[in-house]
């Protein structure tokens, strides 16, 4: 809680794009969040560098997500909108954090574990204490809620515990966090493996759609999405592609699935696949037209920013003075 207002806390990293499987997941959730919650959403750029980052490019994707946040209508005077990297406490509170978590722990972290494999010729320090940076950014602003997907539950798990074990010794510090799971918003499927969920950062262009992507990419991406055997239009379980394309339309419609099965029964699936397309270029409209705005204006971003990053220090030091003093270390008078 902060100022009697429940904290809601979400970070992302910037890599890759930022896709319509994270709008409809994550992104449009955020934007219907209840008035009386403190809202902190930042650009986990931190946490990018644990793989290894081109720092021009890095540079651009992370103010490109940063105006993507905006553009989706997140409003930087309701939330609190920034870059980890402009706020330090992160990194101090993780240095605390990291004297109350165990090497063991750490290296049990299953996505820590796939990582290592994926990267094998760079397992760096970061890479294993990614966990311990994400619950200081958790605990850092006393944070109730924090919405997360399965790939990133047992990092709260850590992250509740470290609080834990903190508290156990020094006293009520730290909120422990709950997972915070929404209502709607289905899981979005690749397009060329309805099998896999839609990723970010897939080597295959063809199998996400980018939410400020122009609309003839996207017609294309969909026109060529892998479907099922069969030619109806109905979601069930041996039909996972026909099933993800009608939650992508449901989701950008508002139609629900059912009555989107009978607007294309008998249609086939070609007619369908050019709808879905349609429904996304229209939905996603208004969102690359803002952030066409927005990423040619960077003095207004950096002015956000900066602005965000404040209004972040000013919970942040409070946490970490507290943290500070508790564990012994002599304030600076
Ligand atoms: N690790 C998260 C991811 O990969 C991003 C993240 C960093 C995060 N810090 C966080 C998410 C704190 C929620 C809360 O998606």
């Known amino acids: 809680m902060y100022n009697n207002q429940k904290v809601l ?4 990293q910037p890599t890759g794009v930022m896709t319509i499987g994270n709008y409809i997941g994550a992104v449009k959730n955020w934007l219907t969040m209840p008035d009386d919650c403190l809202s902190i959403y930042f650009i986990a750029d931190l946490h990018a560098l644990t793989i290894k980052q081109d720092p021009t490019l890095f540079r651009q994707t992370a103010l490109s997500f940063y105006a993507q946040y905006l553009a989706a209508g997140l409003d930087p005077k309701k939330s609190i909108l920034y870059f980890q990297s402009h706020v330090p406490e992160h990194t101090q509170l ?4 990291n004297c109350f978590t165990y090497i063991g722990e750490a290296q049990r972290m299953t996505q820590f574990k796939d990582k290592s494999l994926k990267h094998a010729d760079n397992i760096n320090m970061g890479l ?3 966990p311990v940076l994400m619950a200081a950014d958790i605990l850092l602003y006393n944070t109730d809620l924090v919405p997360v997907g399965v790939d990133q539950k047992q990092h709260l798990e850590l992250t509740r515990d470290i609080a834990l074990r903190f508290n156990n010794r020094f006293g009520d510090v730290f909120t422990v966090p709950e997972p915070y799971i929404t209502k709607n918003g289905a899981k979005i499927f690749s397009l060329s493996d ?7 950062s897939d080597v295959d262009p063809n199998a996400y759609v980018s939410v400020i992507e122009d609309a003839d990419s996207i017609m294309r991406k969909f026109k060529r999405a892998v479907t099922d055997s069969g030619n109806e239009v ?3 379980e041996n039909k996972p592609g026909i099933t993800n394309l009608l ?5 950008m419609t508002g139609k629900s699935i059912a009555d989107a099965e009978l607007e294309f029964e008998g249609r086939g699936y070609g007619v369908f696949k050019q709808a879905v397309g349609e429904a996304v270029v229209e939905k996603l409209r208004p969102m690359r037209e803002n952030y066409n705005k927005l990423i040619s204006d960077k003095a207004y971003l950096a002015e956000v920013a900066k602005d965000g990053a404040e209004r972040a220090r000013s919970i942040a030091f409070k946490t ?3 943290v500070y003093k508790k564990l012994g270390l002599v304030p600076m008078s």
Do not use: C, F, H, T
């Open 94 to 97: 993780q240095w605390a954090m």
């Open 320 to 322: 970490v003075r507290k």
């Open 128 to 130: 294993m204490d990614y």
């Open 247 to 251: 939650n992508i339309y449901s989701e």
């Open 194 to 200: 309805p099998l896999a969920k839609m990723s970010k």
């Open 234 to 236: 109905v979601a069930s």
């Open 9 to 12: 806390l979400s970070g992302i």
